[in-house]
């Protein structure tokens, strides 16, 4: 005989250990691989001009893409520390007409959700009390026309699968899984790493969302 679970009842202590306890498993390995990440862009920024040399080579090959010339909204971010570096990519998107968003989170108390407001140039950008270049209040926000939109997204670490390791804030899982912007869709969704940032596998959970290009000094990965 074996016992089936009824509609609404509640699982089996067992059963509330062994989900916890992979929880917890996928916690661990998503905070050493983290730690391991840090490390290794940390080491390509020791290096100032190898650091600058790849991410230009990172920007050049993401705006050779097909996805970055047909698409009007460019949804980027400014580099933070050891980030591979987007001011090039910026600059070459405001040169081009295009229309350019950039990420703000949103204060308490909807922590760890953001929206995406237009910015027309750097002096639309003001630093934020963690030092992270932001869109200054009172721009408007981004909202989909209707044209290919591309969002460019950091990350810690890839795979080829399209597995993307954040910080743990969830700030683009949360923006991706709720459509970007309300009924406008969402855009293609491209990251920017180092190549020493792919990993075979990205340790991922259910609301994880993966995306659908890597972009690095070497290739760009389409999946």
């Not at 969830?170 to 899984?177: E, N, P, Q």
Request: glycine share 12%.
């Amino acid at each position: 005989m074996f016992s089936r679970r009824l509609p609404g009842k509640t699982p089996p202590a067992r059963m509330r250990r062994t989900e916890g306890s992979v929880m917890e498993s996928l916690a661990e390995r998503k905070k050493m691989l983290r730690r391991r990440m840090r490390g290794v862009r940390a080491g390509i920024f020791s290096c100032p001009e190898e650091h600058a040399r790849l991410s230009l080579m990172i920007q050049r090959r993401a705006m050779a893409e097909p996805a970055w010339a047909r698409s009007g909204s460019i949804l980027l971010y400014a580099a933070f520390r050891d980030e591979a570096d987007t001011s090039f990519l910026l600059e070459q998107a405001w040169l081009q007409g295009k229309t350019v968003a950039l990420p703000r989170c949103r204060p308490a108390p909807a922590e760890g959700e953001m929206d995406f407001f237009v910015c027309r140039g750097w002096a639309d950008l003001a630093l934020s009390a963690l030092g992270i270049p932001e869109p200054s209040p009172g721009l408007p926000l981004w909202r989909a026309s209707g044209d290919p939109a591309l969002m460019l997204v950091p990350g810690l670490a890839f795979d080829r699968r399209g597995g993307r390791l954040g910080y743990g804030g969830g700030f683009y899982d949360r923006w991706l899984d709720q459509g970007g912007t309300a009924g406008a869709g969402t855009p293609l969704t491209l990251g920017l790493a180092f190549s020493s940032q792919m990993v075979d596998e990205v340790p991922r959970g259910t609301w994880d969302r993966c995306v659908r290009g890597i972009c690095t000094e070497l290739e760009t990965i389409w999946i």
